[in-house]
């Protein structure tokens, strides 16, 4: 199939700054830092540089590259970090940077050239907010390094320091979006932009993860079904805990059963997608075994409710993904997803594990039933 640009008339906007790539958390075995001096090689930390300039080689030079607009991004001013952060984190990291570096939590290394990536991160992120609030375009892609939604209001954790996708959700919020969804497919709980909207019933944040439950004292939330939000939020913080080796099928079953249905009651005026590669079959970092083609079929279901919901518009950010090659190629079927390009522009190179839905579709099915119980407004769904 050969797609014409008039099947898609929207172009995806991509916010891009190659200073992101200063960011160097340096060698190890896998994310430790750590030199057990009796290996001859020692690996890149996993959130390196080569990963993002796989993603944004593959986008330029890729069959999906003709539906694309290029932006720059631009640096976050330090003012603007205060609407997610508190002041003393802020403070904290601009001290820590100053002070040549530091391990902030474990695997999560600011050292020298990090911050100016963070804030390179953030601003693009703001800006490619900004783009669509202001109605510029509709679909707009931060790709972004450091990533960001497990940064806490006042905590770093999990490779990430700044919550971009929480700072681009508050902007929309004081630009005057009544009500955001926040939809985070990342093989990890997004823990981060689920505290920082904790209390509010005006920014659903749902996350779409393996089960790993909390990892330490950086990253103290569960992920598990119960955290549900506190006070007015009680009911916008939705858990989707999947059982490892999902698949394609496995999550297809859960966005069809469970987001779906979700979003559609919640009738949101703006969606903001947080993605990652890392729910691919071949991540280091995960176990969910997803495919370019459930890539492809997510974009499609995500496409579909911004164009019911918030006129089109979305914002997708850019999280994990660790697979040098799968991670690009898997983004990119994303993408093709997101235009509602008829047929795949690309082939999948190595997908070819057999996957068994049958145990997510169970835990699917509990997940639903708990929501009719214990969330007023998911009731019916
Ligand atoms: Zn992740």
Redesign the pocket.
Known sequence: MDPSPSLSPELLHIFWHEGMLSHDPGTGVFDTGHDPVFLEVLEKHPENADRVRNMVSILRKGPISRFISWHTGRPAQISELHSFHSREYINYLVQADKDGGKELCCGTFLNPGSWGACLLAAGSTLSAMKYVLDGHGKLAYALVRP?GHHAQPSQAD?YCFLNNAGLAVQLALDSGCQNVVVIDT???HGNGTAEGFYHLSNVLTISLHMNHGSWGPSHPQSGSIDEVGHNDGFGYNLNIPLPNGAGDKGYMYAMNELIFPAVQEFKPNFVVWVI?Q?SSAFDP??RQCLTMAGYRSIGHIIRKLSDEHSNGRLLIVQ??GYHLTYSAYCLHATLEGVLNLPGPLLADPIAYYPEDESFTVKVVDRIKQYWNVTIPWLKEI
Do not use: A, K, R
């Open positions: 990533p999990g990342d093989v990890h990652g890392d970092n995960g999280e994990g």
